[in-house]
């Protein structure tokens, strides 16, 4: 009969290391409430499975640019009734991302905007759905410093694979030549491939303004706008609220 010290480095041998760390709890238990080998078997088995979930979700978030607190519980839905409180959470849900299309959220500064796409991001990495948060600006820097280290192709290949790709701030900077054709070239091969978020202080009848080139801008649009999911955000801003009432505290 083997001990529980002789086991431990035969499961840590075999990669079984959520096993391994509760094994002496769970046996304890099992003793206890004098368990079934099958009903012990299961029990070490879900400790396996959660620790391999747990370690899945910790690489993709890790990787994924989405800031930890950025979550949908933690939305405060009551600072701006006018919010479609239902239709966000439906669309959380991520069917979007099965259906391979995308999501695009407007309203003014601090409605909320960053902070739903990130929430959605968070939804789709504890389905284990890898997922890559970026301005415009990152993005735009990152093509432009891979086509002056010369691994361009490269890197757009990994954009394009990304599930889902959330893309925060459009249009705050107007695109320029010829960064307004990566762009294009990012959107048209993830069409119909891969689900993207963008949101964007602008409404949706300004986008086009943030392409030089307007035939390309609306190739672009066209794609983004196919089958999409659109989230509307109204009200004050959450962060300027904030700041008044820390000067009023302060005072």
Not at 77 to 92: E, L
Not at 120 to 145: N, W
Not at 177 to 186: G, V
């Amino acid at each position: 009969m083997h001990t529980l010290g002789e086991l431990q480095p035969l499961l840590k041998s075999l990669r079984l290391s959520g096993i391994a760390e509760y094994l002496p709890q769970r046996n304890q238990e099992a003793i206890a409430s004098k368990m079934g080998f099958m009903d012990f078997l299961s029990m070490v088995l879900q400790d396996e499975l959660l620790r391999r979930e747990q370690n899945k979700f910790d690489s993709l978030f890790k990787k994924s640019g989405v800031k930890g607190n950025k979550t949908l519980e933690k939305f405060n839905f009551s600072f701006n009734p006018k919010i479609n409180q239902q239709q966000i959470k439906d669309v959380a849900h991520g069917r979007f991302i099965d259906e391979k299309v995308s999501v695009l959220i407007v309203g003014p500064c601090g409605t909320g905007k960053s902070h739903l796409a990130q929430a959605m991001g968070h939804c789709a990495l504890r389905r284990g759905i890898q997922s890559l948060f970026l301005t415009q600006t990152q993005l735009i820097t990152m093509l432009q410093t891979s086509k002056i280290v010369g691994n361009y192709d490269k890197k757009m290949r990994a954009l394009v694979k990304v599930p889902l790709l959330i893309i925060d701030d459009f249009g705050l900077k107007p695109l320029r030549s010829p960064q307004d054709e990566d762009f294009h070239e990012l959107i048209a091969q993830r069409y119909e491939e891969a689900a993207t978020i963008i949101t964007s202080n602008l409404d949706f009848c300004e986008w086009g303004d943030a392409f030089p080139n307007k035939l390309l801008g609306a190739a672009t649009l066209d794609r983004l706008g196919h089958a999409a999911y659109k989230i509307i955000l109204e009200g004050k801003s959450y962060r300027a609220e904030n700041s008044s009432n820390k000067k009023k505290n302060e005072g």
